[in-house]
């Protein structure tokens, strides 16, 4: 089995800062792409940032200069860290991975729980 778990959201200001983690643990070979998503009341899931096993990084406009991820190979883990919040940044966030089980596995993809980020006005 694989297991994503996020932690460090909450409540924050306008303009405040917080960083979202997410290990994966389990067993596999591989991880290639991670990633934040974020679902709204009332919207869908939306891809907020995702980062390959080699660096490359791709960001929703809407979070491009105040979303950074990053991520820790050999820890498995997975980072967001998110500057200038903004009301409309209200959503749970959930991160995800593309795991490769086996070496000859197409990679699959995982969901953490989510965890709520709330930025007030």
């Known amino acids: 089995q694989v297991q994503l778990a996020a932690s460090g959201g909450g409540l924050v200001q306008a303009g405040g800062s917080l960083r979202l983690s997410c290990a994966a643990s389990?067993?596999?070979?591989?991880?290639?792409?991670m990633g934040w998503y974020r679902q709204a009341p009332g919207k869908q899931r939306e891809l907020v940032a995702r980062i390959t096993s080699a660096g490359s990084t791709d960001y929703q406009d809407a979070v491009k200069g105040r979303f950074t991820i990053s991520r820790d190979n050999a820890k498995n883990m997975v980072y967001l860290q998110m500057n200038s919040l903004k009301p409309e940044d209200t959503a749970v966030y959930y991160c995800?991975?593309?795991?490769?089980?086996?070496?000859?596995?197409?990679?699959?993809?995982?969901w953490g729980q989510g965890t709520q980020v709330t930025v007030s006005s």
């Open positions: 389990g067993s596999f070979f591989s991880i290639n792409i």
């Open positions: 995800n991975a593309d795991v490769r089980r086996r070496s000859f596995n197409r990679p699959i993809a995982y």
